[in-house]
């Protein structure tokens, strides 16, 4: 771009290649914009609720998902639209701060934006429209404070947590056995939870799947699992009070780290190196065998020597384990990982009440439990499922499922679903838009019924007639005064969500609302695009 003067003095602008760039400016710019975004929100909103419809992606080495989680969708979509990659990343915020509400925080978004659009076309300056969002934003937040309840519970009464969970599994294809996986999310969560500290460490909960089985068979297991086998098939399959020695050295003579040659010219010379090598394995297994343990696990492989050796000297070893696996078997066998032979102590041995091989089926497949450890503050959830897709999309519910607790643990105030918390911050920020005497009272009430497009969603992807549905709830908040009358997606026979035990976590409302007025702010505030051609 370079700054240029007429014959009178006058400046005006040159841009480079400028025949090769397309311009939008003013109130096309926005438009443009604004469509972009709401075919993206389009997309997700039949997803939305627990009659929601499933997305299949495939991507372009021809894997195939199937899923209706927001953040997924939407991951996996090759969006190339500027705007389109805003909505993307919407979600995904809403996926790693909350973990749960990602498809509902872009139709939010889409409706805020069809909204705007029509105050755009009346005259609404932009800024004003925004201006009255952040406004309206603000009422619905505190609003949705004032509604919460707050949830007691305690380690021994998980009741509230597990229909907290059976709320978000009730949209994911897994719903028909929710009540199951709800208790274990929930369990796994209270086994890693630091109640007094109200944190939870996500990574100490490990995620397993294996084809086969049936969903119900998915299992929670107060210890690690380990896709491997013990190394040698004759070695014992169960261990009791085993005392595992974790390292991260191999069963191999040492290599100098300098090029070296041997030159070997006689038998005998042979013989002793034969030997010399013998001694090493030898050694070894004798160190482990010394500190008192009664099981091996390695980072690395060993040859059939060392194998044979260790089948021989009675002590059982599994060999390629990976470096993140054996960092959780040390953190719940309360062991220490070892890098030299020579460092091998007794203190540093990891503890476990039983260790086992299971086989799966008629498969070959073996995997390894550690349970019963002196730590139980790792755990794994084990998924079975009839296919690769399925388990799949499982892991990605039962992440939703584990947020939504931590959640809960975090900031134990719920609001209740089914669309009620939306339709009654709707009557607040539409009764609240009189005291507002500008242009900002449009924006506001505007705010109120992209607010109604969440519920009448829900209505949509349940089959009901959705604006007969909303009203009639509507004017049953507003007749009864009561805050939890939702859209009865599940012809349960009543609106009150509290008799369907429909329940959603505050704070994933609250992000909600906040990171979707946020991004359309955002967008409303772009009055020009230039972008170039492509050729």
Not at 291 to 299: D, E, K, P, R, Y
Request: hydrophobic content about 40%; charged content about 25%; aromatic content about 4%.
């Amino acid at each position: 771009m370079a700054l240029a003067f007429d014959e009178y003095g006058r400046p005006f602008i040159i841009l480079r290649e400028q025949e090769s760039k397309s311009r939008l400016r003013g109130l096309d710019a926005q438009k443009a914009n604004i469509s972009a975004g709401t075919a993206v929100a389009r997309i997700l909103r039949t997803s939305l609720g627990p009659k929601g419809m499933d997305k299949m992606l495939q991507s372009p080495d021809g894997d195939i998902t199937i899923t209706n989680d927001g953040a997924t969708i939407l991951e996996q979509m090759d969006v190339d639209n500027q705007i389109g990659k805003l909505m993307v990343e919407l979600s995904r915020s809403q996926d790693y701060e909350i973990g749960d509400g990602t498809t509902g925080v872009v139709v939010m978004a889409g409706a805020l934006l069809q909204q705007a659009e029509r105050l755009l076309e009346r005259g609404i300056h932009p800024i004003r429209v925004a201006e009255g969002y952040e406004i309206a934003s603000k009422i619905a937040v505190d609003h949705l404070q004032q509604i919460s309840h707050k949830f007691e519970f305690n380690a021994t009464n998980i009741e509230p947590l597990v229909q907290t969970c059976m709320t978000t599994l009730s949209s994911k294809i897994v719903n028909r056995c929710k009540r199951n996986l709800a208790e274990i999310a929930v369990k796994a969560v209270m086994a890693v939870a630091d109640l007094e500290r109200k944190d939870v460490n996500l990574d100490l909960i490990k995620v397993e799947g294996k084809v086969g089985g049936k969903l119900e068979d998915t299992e929670l297991i107060y210890g690690i699992l380990v896709d491997k086998d013990m190394s040698h098939p004759q070695m014992p399959k169960q261990i009791e009070n085993a005392k595992i020695a974790i390292l991260t050295c191999p069963f191999e003579p040492p290599k100098p780290k300098t090029k070296h040659k041997v030159d070997i010219d006689t038998v005998e010379k042979f013989q002793t190196l034969r030997k010399q090598e013998k001694k090493y394995f030898d050694d070894m297994v004798q160190q482990c065998k010394d500190v008192g343990a009664t099981l091996v696990i390695c980072q690395w492989g060993f040859d059939d020597e060392a194998n044979h050796l260790l089948m021989h000297r009675n002590l059982p070893a599994v060999r390629w384990v990976g470096g993140v696996e054996l960092e959780l078997i040390a953190i719940a066998t309360g062991g220490r990982i070892v890098p030299r032979f020579q460092e091998l102590t007794a203190e540093k041995l990891g503890k476990a009440g039983l260790v086992r091989e299971k086989a799966f089926g008629t498969t070959k497949d073996r995997m390894l439990y550690i349970e019963h450890c002196a730590n139980s503050r790792a755990v794994t959830i084990f998924i079975r499922g009839g296919n690769k897709m399925m388990i799949e999309e499982t892991k990605r519910s039962i992440h939703d499922a584990l947020c939504v607790a931590r959640n809960l643990i975090r900031n134990n105030s719920i609001v209740y679903g089914g669309g009620a918390a939306e339709i009654s911050c709707s009557i607040a920020v539409e009764s609240a838009a009189d005291k507002y005497p500008g242009v900002e009272q449009y924006a506001i009430r505007a705010f109120a019924d992209a607010l109604d497009s969440v519920p009448m969603a829900l209505a949509e992807n349940s089959g009901l007639q959705s604006i007969e549905t909303l009203s009639a709830v509507k004017s049953q908040q507003i007749k009864e005064k009561n805050t939890c009358c939702g859209i009865d997606c599940n012809d349960a026979g009543t609106n009150d969500m509290r008799e369907q035990n429909v329940f959603e976590t505050l704070i994933g409302k609250q992000q909600q609302l906040l990171l979707a007025t946020q991004v359309v702010k955002m967008i409303l505030k772009i009055d020009d695009v230039i972008s170039s051609t492509e050729y």
